[in-house]
């Protein structure tokens, strides 16, 4: 009886430590390798959506300081409109709106400079946890 006993509890500790084996090598694998498909993901997505916002504000930025410019030149309240004319006839609004577009030129290109800073490290950043994520699965299929 005994004997039968110890065999029984001895057959059911090695199907749990099989089940507990099984479990930690597929199921662990399993939550790392979704946690790293998730980090990897949302890494991508941020580098997206910070590029939009970028360009979107870039474009923003122009929109709207071409249209004070337009504003400011079709304004119509007396004394304003006179010192707007003057300051059109002697060439003084289209040099401030030549001069935004220049300064505009000169923001674009070292925001640009630093985005391309920024995609080089967002590139080193997206490529390690590619091989993270590729180490992981060589390990998984093994």
């Keep these: 009886m005994i ?3 110890i065999a029984i509890l001895g057959g059911i500790y090695l199907v749990i430590k099989f089940i507990k084996s099984l479990l930690i090598k597929y199921v662990g694998f399993a939550i790392i390798l979704t946690a790293q498909f998730a980090i990897t993901a949302s890494v991508i997505t941020f580098v997206i959506v910070f590029y939009t916002f970028t360009i979107t ?27 707007f004319g003057l300051a059109d006839c002697i060439g003084l609004t289209p040099a401030l709106q030549n001069g ?18 920024f ?16 180490v992981l699965l060589g390990q998984a299929l093994k």
């Design 100 to 117: 935004f577009t220049m300064m505009y030129g000169v923001l674009s290109t070292v925001v640009i400079f630093h985005l391309l800073k």
């Design 119 to 134: 995609t080089f490290s967002a590139m080193k950043i997206i490529a390690n946890e590619l091989f993270k994520l590729g």
């Design 3 to 5: 004997s039968s006993l």
């Design 57 to 83: 504000a870039l474009v923003s930025i122009y929109n709207k300081g071409i249209d004070i410019f337009n504003y400011v030149s079709t304004s119509t309240s007396g004394p304003v409109t006179c010192l």
